[in-house]
């Protein structure tokens, strides 16, 4: 039967803003207070599916959630009607409301860990919400995120939904940003690489001094246990912390795998050398070759790599076998990084073409081309199961082209969100867009 890795990318909301939330996020924390584009930013975000469906990927789109999150804002005690409670916190506590517009959940990579059919003990793909549980204004995703990959994957013959582990520190779980999948291929039993920042119970693991380790070894082993997942398929390795401390907030800031090839720095992680012997390893006993693409540091420097973006880039298999890689146009704008991998694709190894895009939008906000999608392998009937309304068309295009066209401002700054008015656009664009996705009800103004 025929596989595919079919790419879900986030759809960029009408909130998007620099609200300098994300510590430990370069990006973010520098472009604070910015002026932002949605409309821009959710057209970019559009551009680069289609041109990935048009070269012949399976695309898929995932909704952007409601904001601002008034509900959020009731549960820290403001109150009075929709736009009454948007005004107080605009007096009283304008962080906690730009926290609640974060149109963050466009990162749809920490959107949820995925294990294919193939790899999990029921042979049913399998889904884990993560509980962003080191940004508040991540951690309100979940619910609406849960809700909406149901909409998606609804079918229970073939898909299984976990809600999002514990929301404490000790299980921060942050998605699919800290796992990646080998194998020979997609619809085969393959090799779930988990990367973890710190242990939450086992002082032996070092941690970073400076910058927040977002994910903990103890959410990737109960995210594992969930799916399913056996003990041989399965590796765990450990973020190098400093480089943590130097921005890469998530693994997939400073590695990216696909198939059988694992493309990082040099500095990416703690005992390398013994975690490539273990993927090799891992992936020979279900039939497949593991390669490793090693980025030394006198070629790129961790600095280069979190202002470019470069690993944050989507390593896509072709029919050929060789892989392309998607990368933002930071990537050219960087001397080194064009060069390297100018060398890259001229060496006869297995990366043969570059494809550079404009996400600038989301970039300034630490979220490049792997941030944007979230990856689930299926095989030809679990495709056919997916919810039709949200695998990427001309047509379907077309229509969320003229959507965020009539929807969208082209400006934001924080004034923008303490406008009520704000509040009823987005509700009326988000309606109309579950109409189009065919989702159903699934944002909290359509439930409660
Ligand atoms: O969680 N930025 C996101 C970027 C996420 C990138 N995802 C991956 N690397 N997979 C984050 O830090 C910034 C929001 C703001 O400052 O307005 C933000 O949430």
Known sequence: MKSYEVNFDGLVGPTHNYGGLSYGNVASQSNSQQCSNPKEAALQGLAKMKALMDMGFQQGVLAPQERPDVAALRRLGFAGSDAQVIQQAAKEAMPLLVASCSASS??????????????????????TAANLNCKYHRSIEHPT?????????????????????????QFGDEGAANHTRFCRA???????????????FDSRFPSPQKYPARQTLEASRAVARLHGL???????????PAVIDQGVFHNDVIAVGNGEVLFYHEDAFLETEKMLAELSDKLAKVGGKFQSVCVPRSAVTVDDAVRSYLFNSQLLSRADGSML??????????????????????????????????????????GGPACLRLRVALNETELAAVNPGVIMTAPLYDSLTQWVETHYRDRMTENDLADPQLLLECRSALDELTQILKLGSVYPFQIN
């Open 106 to 127: 466009m990162w749809v990579a920490n959107a949820a860990t995925v294990s294919p059919s193939a790899d999990t003990a029921d042979g049913r793909v399998h889904f």
């Open 145 to 169: 995120t849960s809700r909406v990959l149901g909409a998606m994957f609804a079918n229970q013959q073939h898909f299984a939904h976990h809600a999002a582990l514990p929301a404490v520190a």
């Open 186 to 200: 997609y619809g085969e039993a393959g090799v779930e690489f988990f990367v973890f920042g710190r242990s939450a």
């Open 230 to 240: 056996s003990e041989e398929g399965v590796v765990y390795a450990q973020q190098n």
């Open 325 to 366: 890689l998607i990368v933002p146009e930071e990537c050219r704008g960087n001397e080194r990084v064009w060069q390297y991998l100018q060398g890259l694709t001229s060496s006869g190894g297995v990366i043969r073409e570059v494809k550079v895009f404009d996400l600038k939008q989301s970039m300034q906000n630490g």
